[in-house]
């Protein structure tokens, strides 16, 4: 501006100088006076004054304008992003270096040449198409691709360009002028980004647990397919909808209604806090039931904000855990075989009947059932058809009482009815009923038709007759060997004077017997190979007992144990059994070394008394047997039922190097709630779970859960009725340490294994 200013006033001087010049020429000098000249002599002096003012002011706007130029020159070829001008048909005709550079190459080399010669291949329609846009719109517009660099020619670069069209005062495009900038850096976190994005979202996607997200007024915005399916919908049917949706049909443990507000992700949104671990039943369309489901939700909040905008929910199905509970519940509490009520459970609403009849003086009534002739259908037909027998016996007998009695097997060929609110006449009627029913029973086994009869002993639950469960039992128990001592297949009422008598005729009888067997040492050892499944070295049994009865015939446990628990002689046994033991691993010094450890069976009065104790540890002083080598085994009734006492064996024999088993691992109400108190080595799988395990999905998940508790337990496991090579192999799979069965090999003499083991190296 400085220079034009100074431009515009030298034009003044000229045109004041053509103007002197022009007078001069029109009127001759010679006829000028002496002043005139002298004024124009003075107007020229001023003339060359101001002009030479003029042009040193020029000079100094002309150096100015260089360094102006200079410093421009130096902003444009060093900015840091680049500057190109094109023509319109896309020749660069201008570039700063920072553009060179970015290529690689020389400002020569890139005059008058296409841009897209150093435009990666797969972009160059991107460039033309921007570049038609600019000149046939005149105005701005931008992109992104890859310019090839001159540095590797397999490499490339990203950046973006800004389009700028240069117009003529016609308003047509006669150059581009280019703004370029690397964005190579964040291509590449871009690139990153979208990398961890898909491998998020594959995690997202194959993640066990179902998972979703809510947005902050409770509608679903994302989920992976594991939700999906634990709801049992498709994605568009679960996606957009809320919790207080229909289709989520969510129910409490106790089977109440989840109300929607109260459901974890909304609570997690309305309190901004995480909800952790809340146990539901969500209904499944397509299972057509509830699945079971632990869910924690987890509010999320963006920077600076205090209200969550969006809510991350986690499920786990918990389903099959569930089923197991529920079966391990209702195990504990019905008959393996019948599916009825077992002697637990019903020894429980026993005990609540007779407390209801102290506190409401309201009459109820037992009725005991003991099947005749049932042993003739085991020896003729065999074990399966007695049990099938049993199971049609047990549906029969569920027909015939009233639906709020309670019918229960208390094992063996015995039955029992609870009935509540009953009173004798009514009791009568049932029982009659029952009688009926029985006797029109046949069943075809084979081509061969069995019946059986039922005596029957009834008993009223009153206040003057009932003390407490134990003794209700005893009473019923009485009647019912009546029913039999006055010929069986009838109905017997209790009176107290029957007791005497049963207590002569019934009982005793296997007292008096158990006493001779003792006496004649008439008792034998029998021992069961246990196998360890990971093939290491060692030998391991079990030592089971046995009577020999006067014709020699051998009797199984389950017979003369009742007797001897009800009337205080198990502990005899238990010492026959330990004192046998011991004397024969002490005469076999050569299997005592190869065995790994033999177990042997203790009962409840045995564990509770402390001269038993001091028995057994004068036996390992007499006998020098090593206490690594004995196993106890203990039952899990027996446990539950003597838990501070069972501990305190445990405890005091643990320390001298006895290994402890617990029995029937699985059949107990409050299994895992104990074993953590309980220090013992091994657990037996109870053979209920095992010898279906092959074809029920729910006992291989029992016996799956058992094994994996009991290994964090630090415990090993032993699964018993192993019957087949296909329940050994599945329970090796499964990780079970050891197993026991006839498989495995059936209980023989102890002394027929001593002398096997005993020229054996």
């Given at each position: 501006m400085k220079e034009k200013g100074l431009l515009s006033d030298k034009q003044q001087l000229r045109a004041r100088a053509e103007k002197l010049t022009v007078s001069v020429d029109k009127r001759n000098i010679a006829q000028m006076s002496a002043d005139d000249v002298a004024l124009l002599l003075h107007d020229l002096e001023t003339y060359q004054i101001e002009l030479e003012m003029q042009n040193e002011d020029l000079r100094t706007a002309q150096i100015e304008l260089k360094e102006m130029h200079d410093e421009y020159a130096g902003l444009y070829d060093f900015a840091p992003i680049g500057y190109i001008t094109l023509s319109k048909k896309g020749l660069i005709l201008q570039s700063n270096l920072t553009f060179t550079k970015m290529l690689g190459v020389?400002?020569?080399?890139?005059?008058?040449?296409?841009?897209?010669?150093?435009i990666n291949k797969e972009d160059q329609d991107i460039l033309y198409k921007n570049l038609k846009r600019v000149v046939d719109t005149q105005g701005k517009h931008s992109c992104e691709l890859r310019l090839r660099t001159c540095i590797d020619i397999n490499s490339s670069m990203w950046v973006s360009?800004?389009?700028v069209s240069g117009v003529t005062p016609d308003n047509s495009c006669d150059q581009i002028r280019l703004i370029i900038k690397d964005i190579s850096k964040r291509k590449k976190t871009e690139e990153k980004l979208r990398a961890n994005e898909k491998k998020y979202r594959t995690l997202f996607e194959n993640m066990a647990q179902g998972v979703f997200y809510q947005n902050a007024d409770g509608i679903l915005v994302d989920c992976n397919s594991a939700a999906i399916e634990l709801f049992g919908l498709t994605a568009d049917q679960f996606l957009g909808k809320s919790s207080s949706d229909p289709d989520w049909r969510v129910i409490r443990e106790d089977g109440t209604v989840f109300p929607a507000e109260e459901h974890p992700s909304m609570e997690a949104l309305r309190t901004g806090k995480p909800v952790k671990n809340v146990i539901v039943g969500l209904f499944n369309p397509q299972r057509k039931g509830f699945v079971w489901l632990i869910i924690n939700a987890t509010p999320q909040f963006k920077e600076g904000e205090e209200k969550p905008y969006q809510v991350f929910v986690t499920l786990q199905d918990i389903t099959e855990r569930k089923q197991a509970e529920h079966k391990l519940s209702y195990q504990a509490k019905h008959d393996a075989l019948t599916g009825l009520i077992n002697r637990y459970e019903f020894e429980r609403r026993a005990n609540r009947l007779i407390e209801d009849v102290r506190v409401n003086s309201s009459e109820h009534a037992l009725c005991f059932m003991d099947l005749d002739q049932f042993k003739v259908i085991n020896d003729t037909s065999g074990h399966i058809a007695g049990d099938e027998l049993l199971r049609q016996l047990g549906r029969i007998l569920h027909q015939s009482v009233r639906n709020r009695d309670t019918l229960v097997r208390l094992g063996g060929d015995e039955f029992a009815v609870l009935m509540e609110h009953c009173n004798l006449v009514q009791a009568k009627r049932v029982a009659q009923t029952i009688l009926k029913n029985v006797n029109a029973f046949q069943m075809n086994w084979n081509g061969r038709i069995h019946r059986v009869g039922i005596s029957i002993g009834l008993v009223p639950v009153t206040q003057q007759l009932t003390?407490?469960?134990?003794?209700?039992?005893?009473?019923?128990?009485?009647?019912?060997?009546?029913?039999?001592?006055?010929?069986?297949?009838?109905?017997?009422?209790?009176?107290?004077?029957?007791?005497?008598?049963?207590?002569?005729?019934?009982?005793?009888?296997w007292v008096s017997r158990i006493n001779q067997a003792l006496e004649l040492d008439r008792f034998l050892l029998y021992a069961q190979p246990i196998e360890q499944l990971d093939d290491s070295p060692g030998i391991h049994f079990e030592l089971l007992l046995r009577m020999q009865d006067e014709t020699g015939a051998i009797i199984t446990p389950g017979a003369f144990l009742p007797a001897a628990e009800r009337y205080n002689l198990i502990e005899l046994l238990d010492s026959w059994v330990i004192q046998r033991a011991f004397?024969?691993?002490?005469?076999?010094?050569?299997?005592?070394?190869?065995?790994?450890?033999?177990?042997?069976?203790?009962?409840?009065?045995?564990?509770?008394?402390?001269?038993?104790?001091?028995?057994?540890?004068?036996?390992?002083?007499?006998?020098?047997?090593?206490s690594s080598k004995i196993c106890f085994e203990i039952t899990e009734t027996i446990a539950i039922s003597n838990?501070?006492?069972?501990?305190?064996?445990?405890q005091k024999f643990g320390e001298l190097g006895c290994r402890f088993a617990l029995d029937d691992f699985g059949s107990g109400l409050s299994s895992f709630g104990y074993l953590k108190n309980l220090p013992v080595d091994y657990?037996?799988?109870?053979?209920?779970?095992?010898?279906?395990?092959?074809?029920?999905?729910?006992?291989?998940?029992?016996?799956?859960?058992?094994?994996?508790?009991?290994?964090?337990?630090?415990?090993k496991t032993i699964a018993e009725f192993v019957e087949s090579t296909e329940i050994k192999d599945m329970l090796k799979s499964i990780g079970v340490d050891y197993v026991q069965g006839y498989r495995i090999g059936k209980p023989l003499l102890f002394e027929e294994y001593l002398l096997k083991y005993k020229y054996t190296r």
């Open positions: 020389f400002r020569s080399k890139l005059i008058n040449k296409p841009l897209s010669a150093f360009l800004d389009f003390a407490d469960s134990s003794e209700l039992m005893k009473q019923a128990d009485t009647a019912c060997y009546m029913a039999k001592e006055l010929g069986r297949n009838r109905i017997h009422v209790y009176h107290h004077k029957d007791a005497a008598l049963v207590q002569r005729r019934g009982e005793m009888q004397k024969l691993l002490s005469d076999n010094k050569n299997f005592l070394k190869k065995v790994d450890f033999i177990s042997i069976n203790l009962s409840g009065p045995s564990l509770s008394n402390p001269g038993f104790l001091e028995f057994i540890a004068r036996q390992f002083n007499l006998t020098d047997i090593s838990l501070e006492v069972a501990t305190t064996f445990i657990l037996k799988i109870d053979g209920i779970f095992v010898r279906d395990i092959v074809n029920d999905p729910i006992d291989y998940a029992m016996v799956k859960s058992i094994n994996e508790i009991a290994h964090v337990m630090g415990k």
